[in-house]
């Protein structure tokens, strides 16, 4: 009888903060608690969390975070991300208010100053790959790269429980390459998400079309003389900004974090989140705890 290997849910944490903080700060539903607190990114977390652990059901479970807006891509390319403003008011005291949720569930927290939450998840990704089914929830296409035989990525959609679940064949079937070339891909057109430019005039069609010619970066340098006049051009005239842009695409793997089976395992004391959820005047999040025969199923 073949062994079920364990399943890590990989959680990007600002992904889904963020996601739930704009899903109602745009009507003005904060959730202030009686400390005068805004909550409602921390409750919208919350039913995110649940809603995934429902659908999916993975026996383990880790939350990965964004350190501080300083990461060694800033060093490389100051602007990187330098179009993003500063977080909303009621959004900043819930950053360290939403860690202490997920420690009351058990569950770790996960982040390194001077790298990305992807960066993270990348390299614990790399290190579970081989005794574990590994899933990535996030709404960032980013991630998509580190799809491979153990690795799916699960998009949030709009709402709670809608989910675009990628393995590395439904990307190819969508894109036509493969999800290693997706760094090359952003290195061409760049991402104004983060604010690097890639090869100015050279968009996702014409990107595309040359890595299905030439695989990457390197098959294309190689390949000059038999491009179009015009896209030779412009690749000649960024080649710098286009080595720089594959740097600041490519997620590292080898960043030093870690986390065991053992820490990451799903069972935690309903009690203990309970409290949580008072102390912090999360209404109706208790509904949607497993039940206790459930857990026990879980664990």
């Given at each position: ?12 944490g ?14 003005g ?14 409750h919208?977390?919350?039913?995110h969390?649940?809603?995934?652990v ?24 100051q ?22 949720v997920v ?28 005794f574990a089914?590994?899933?990535i ?33 439904s ?72 080595y ?7 997620i590292k ?6 986390v ?33 025969e ?5 664990a």
């Amino acid at each position: 009888m073949q062994i079920q290997k364990p399943s890590l849910l990989l959680v990007d944490g600002m992904a889904l903060l963020f996601r739930a903080f704009y899903a109602t700060a745009m009507t003005g539903q904060f959730m202030i608690n009686s400390k005068g607190i805004p909550t409602n990114a921390i409750h919208g977390f919350t039913k995110h969390l649940l809603t995934a652990v429902s659908s999916f059901r993975p026996t383990h479970l880790a939350v990965c975070w964004d350190m501080g807006s300083k990461t060694f891509r800033t060093e490389m390319f100051q602007d990187y991300k330098s179009n993003r403003s500063e977080a909303p008011i009621e959004l900043l005291p819930q950053f360290d208010l939403v860690k202490e949720v997920v420690s009351s569930f058990d569950i770790p927290n996960i982040g390194l100053t001077g790298f990305e939450a992807d960066d993270c998840i990348g390299t614990i990704a790399q290190q579970a790959k081989g005794f574990a089914k590994v899933s990535i929830l996030t709404g960032d296409q980013d991630i998509l790269q580190l799809l491979d035989e153990d690795v799916s990525v699960i998009l949030l959609k709009k709402g709670y429980g809608n989910y675009l679940v990628h393995t590395p064949e439904s990307f190819f079937e969508e894109k036509g390459i493969t999800p290693r070339q997706m760094i090359d891909l952003k290195a061409l057109m760049g991402d104004p998400s983060d604010n690097y430019p890639g090869v100015k005039g050279i968009g996702e069609k014409t990107a595309l079309k040359l890595l299905k010619e030439f695989e990457h970066v390197e098959g294309i340098i190689a390949n000059l003389e038999n491009l179009s006049k015009s896209h030779k051009t412009k690749i000649e005239q960024d080649l710098e900004m286009l080595y720089l842009s594959r740097k600041l695409a490519e997620i590292k793997c080898d960043v030093p974090v870690s986390v065991t089976l053992e820490e990451a395992e799903w069972r935690f004391v309903r009690e203990k989140v309970l409290d949580m959820f008072t102390q912090m005047e999360l209404r109706g999040l208790h509904r949607m705890l497993p039940l206790e025969e459930e857990e026990e199923v879980i664990a």
